[in-house]
């Protein structure tokens, strides 16, 4: 590879992990490229990606971001999943690698904080944030949801309120 592609290669790799607030690194040793592309689709439905890397190159794309401490998890046949979405990479990492051997999960890092596998399995357990806006949304919702049901009832009732007063009255005359 000559080197002007190498520097855009880290420049690019670089900029992923300023960007990003949750990096896994893996292992695919073995995989296929139908594999590979199966993968890739699935971060990208959540708004993640995923890197195959030459290790040398990512050391030095991760110096000076908040991810340097993964700097020796890049060791052997190394991908990086990245997101935003401080769950969502790691979610989609997790399941794959339950469901394909070749994938292993190595570490993991939000901000400057080094994840080892086992916390990164327990990170993908959280709700994503779209799921906590939306659990969020349903508790606002289902009181409003149901106030209809309770005025409609209560306004039922006043009727029958009415009449009982009204007899009240005639049998006290």
Sequence with gaps: ???SKKEALVAELHQTFVDSNLV???????????EMSALRVRMR???ASFTVTKNRLARIALAGTKFEGL?????????VA????????AKVAVDYAGENEKLTI????IGDEVFDADRVK??????????????IIGLIQTPASKLPGVLQSAAGKIPG?????ANKEKEAA
């Design 1 to 3: 590879m000559e080197r």
């Design 82 to 89: 990245v997101s935003a979405d401080p769950v969502a990479a």
């Design 161 to 165: 309120v009415l009449q009982a007063y």
């Design 24 to 34: 896994v690194v893996t292992h695919q040793a073995g995989m296929t490229v139908a």
């Design 71 to 79: 700097a020796d998890s890049f060791t052997g046949p190394t991908a």
């Design 106 to 109: 190595v570490a993991g890092s």
């Design 45 to 47: 439905e959540v708004g």
């Design 122 to 135: 327990a990170l993908a357990k959280i709700p994503s944030l779209p799921e906590l806006q939306s659990m």
